[in-house]
């Protein structure tokens, strides 16, 4: 299985990874959702013709001498809920040359980021002011994830600048996104009470969890639980997964990681497990669970909490 790109959180390091977009002309969502980037001539200039072998045909006839970048809906789907900004989103990303119409990059599957909600109006302001052509590519599909849905296929178009940016060409560049699927971005489902022996978890406002460790004994074997059952589909061994996780030591008490306070991260296949050799231990559990391993470690035991936010 090939391995899965992830975009988190940072507008080209002035915000998060990947980035904005809800227009008026091509949005799944009601009329109460507003995006900071809009239809234009390039974007609305894009025709989907059809896919072979996966990649979509387009044919890209609007001026490419645009002065922002833009984005509309090229196919509306029939997924519902509509993506208001921080889900995590799979989808498929395919990008043009805006000039000859050319691939310039084979489609791939992706976990993207929409835009967070609390950077938005901070996006809408740096895209107007004269910086807006340091903005990259992933910055701007973050972007134009804001307001579609499930199904729909978006054209994003970035300037020539901000494809000098991204370094993927001097022209501007056209982005076909179609949008897969799309999850919160913490578990989420039925609390379930956790077996004997395993820490009391917390948690704040935000959906993060945190953990109080019981006087006794480190376990000797691992041990699974779930602490909340999402209710997505079930996780196989080979699919690659997204999550959080927060780790902590069983003896020292000390938290060994917490990707609360970064990003999402791989958790990878049973076969591509990434970092993370407690992958196996996930298998079977669902999307939009959170699942508690007691790890013995070598002798040197924690207590791993995983959200398991989506697969592809």
Known sequence: MSRRI???????????????????????????????????????????????GGTPEVKIGGRTDIVNAQRSVIRHGEGAGVIRGGEVVTANVT?????????????????????????????????????SDRLVYTDLLMAGLVCSAPGDVLAVAITPGQAQSSQIGADATVMVVEVLD???????????????????????????????LPPQAAPSEQRVATAIAGSGAEVTADDYMIGHVLTVGWNDRKVRENTWESNLVELGSESQPAAYAFRPA???????????????????????????????
């Not at 691939?103 to 976990?111: G, H, L, N, V, Y």
């Open 182 to 212: 799309a999850h919160g971005s913490a578990a989420s489902g039925a609390s379930l009470a956790l077996p004997w022996g395993f820490p009391a978890l917390t948690e704040d406002e935000t959906g993060r969890p945190g953990l109080v």
């Open 282 to 312: 996930l298998t079977g559990h669902t999307v939009g669970s959170r699942v508690v391993i007691l790890d013995p470690n070598g002798g040197d035991p924690v207590v791993h909490v995983v959200d398991i936010i989506a697969v592809g």
């Open 6 to 52: 992830l975009a988190a959180a940072s507008v080209s390091a002035v915000l998060l990874t990947g980035l904005v977009g809800c227009s008026s002309a091509g949005s799944a969502s009601g009329d109460d959702c507003t995006a900071a980037l809009r239809p234009g001539v390039l974007s609305d200039g894009v025709e989907l013709q059809g896919t072979v």
């Open 95 to 131: 990008i043009f040359d805006g000039e000859s119409g050319e691939s310039i990059a084979p489609t791939q599957k992706r976990f993207l980021q929409a835009l967070p909600k609390d950077i938005q109006p901070d996006f809408t302001e740096y895209l107007a002011s004269g910086e």
